[in-house]
């Protein structure tokens, strides 16, 4: 599985962005996909995850209500929607997939990896 990941930029604390990771190599339908993020001088951290079927989502509790996973199946492409953006989002985002049932936030989990696309919020 290739990931693929897109939509990062600059953007004002209170605004938008959505990204988007295309998965390609392998239909990723039945794999549970997954957002981390990584800021300078900090270690990756979970944002969140969905299920391969879609019904479970599981969000770290920093963007819970402002964040949104999605998938499209039929594109073969994962979402996430961030609004009401704080400076403290600002990193690199990774999408990732793994091949368990369910959700997870361990990293260890996820076998796959996109290259990360840059988020960067100011004040």
């Known amino acids: 599985v290739q990931l693929q990941a897109s939509g990062g930029g600059l953007v004002q604390a209170g605004g938008s962005l959505r990204l988007s990771c295309a998965a390609s190599g392998r239909t990723h339908s039945t794999l549970p996909m997954a957002w981390f993020r990584q800021a300078p001088g900090k270690e990756r951290e979970f944002v969140t995850c969905?299920?391969?079927?879609?019904?479970?989502?599981y969000y770290a509790d920093s963007v819970k209500g402002r964040f949104t996973i999605s998938r499209d199946d039929a594109k073969d492409t994962v979402y996430l929607q961030m609004n009401n953006l704080r400076p403290e989002d600002t990193a690199v985002y990774y999408c990732?997939?793994?091949?368990?049932?369910?959700?997870?936030?361990?990293?260890?989990?996820?076998?796959?990896w996109g290259q990360g696309t840059q988020v960067t919020v100011s004040s």
């Open positions: 969905i299920s391969w079927n879609g019904y479970s989502t």
């Open positions: 990732a997939a793994g091949e368990f049932n369910g959700v997870s936030r361990a990293t260890t989990a996820f076998g796959y």
